[in-house]
């Protein structure tokens, strides 16, 4: 359920299932949610809708431990794609804070589901001056840090990813994928 859902439909949910900013909107969460908002300057408040974390319900965020592979199954309206961006995001940030530059695969069935869905969605996590560079021709996605996001349709490809050098995947659909 996004952040704008109204309070009536929040309250209608399990709190369990809610993300950080869809429970403070509930009003027994007032003084905690003044608490929050007190601590951030009105810049942070603005870009409040690009915290991955902060909109993500606990479900959609990843598990502890060193694990090399997340398969996210789940049907629609989970919010899969949304959670991928995000995973997306926090990796790019935390390799930029290392000083590293990933290379990382955004692969999808078809050059729609790639550059509409995929390569919208990590778009969406960011405030426009912040936001990676698509150059749709290129099929590249460019991050300020030196990153790139290659963005390749292989579901009628099969060796579509050789070469890359990949440092991060994000697959998207892979049982739709004909090989």
Request: charged fraction near 25%.
């Given at each position: 359920m996004a952040t704008n859902s109204t309070v009536e439909e929040l309250q209608q949910l399990p709190e369990?299932?809610?993300s950080f900013l869809q429970r403070i909107r509930l009003p027994q969460y007032k003084k905690m949610k003044e608490d929050f908002l007190s601590t951030l300057?009105?810049?942070q408040i603005a870009n409040l809708k690009y915290d991955y974390r902060l909109n993500a319900r606990p479900k959609q965020l990843p598990?502890?431990?060193d694990w090399i592979f997340w398969l996210v199954y789940a049907g629609r309206g989970f919010g899969?794609?949304?959670l991928a961006a995000g995973w997306i995001?926090?990796?790019e940030a935390l390799a930029t804070k290392e000083g590293k530059k990933l290379r990382i695969g955004i692969f999808g069935r078809t050059a729609s589901d790639t550059a509409d869905v995929m390569v919208g969605a990590i778009l969406e996590m960011y405030p426009q001056s912040e936001r990676p560079i698509y150059i749709a021709n290129k099929k590249t996605l460019t991050w300020k840090?030196?990153?790139i996001g290659y963005v390749i349709q292989g579901g009628e490809t099969p060796d579509a990813l050789k070469g890359k050098n990949l440092t991060t995947v994000w697959v998207d659909e892979l049982a739709s994928?004909?090989?």
């Amino acid at each position: 359920m996004a952040t704008n859902s109204t309070v009536e439909e929040l309250q209608q949910l399990p709190e369990e299932s809610l993300s950080f900013l869809q429970r403070i909107r509930l009003p027994q969460y007032k003084k905690m949610k003044e608490d929050f908002l007190s601590t951030l300057t009105k810049d942070q408040i603005a870009n409040l809708k690009y915290d991955y974390r902060l909109n993500a319900r606990p479900k959609q965020l990843p598990k502890d431990g060193d694990w090399i592979f997340w398969l996210v199954y789940a049907g629609r309206g989970f919010g899969k794609t949304y959670l991928a961006a995000g995973w997306i995001k926090e990796q790019e940030a935390l390799a930029t804070k290392e000083g590293k530059k990933l290379r990382i695969g955004i692969f999808g069935r078809t050059a729609s589901d790639t550059a509409d869905v995929m390569v919208g969605a990590i778009l969406e996590m960011y405030p426009q001056s912040e936001r990676p560079i698509y150059i749709a021709n290129k099929k590249t996605l460019t991050w300020k840090s030196g990153t790139i996001g290659y963005v390749i349709q292989g579901g009628e490809t099969p060796d579509a990813l050789k070469g890359k050098n990949l440092t991060t995947v994000w697959v998207d659909e892979l049982a739709s994928f004909k090989y």
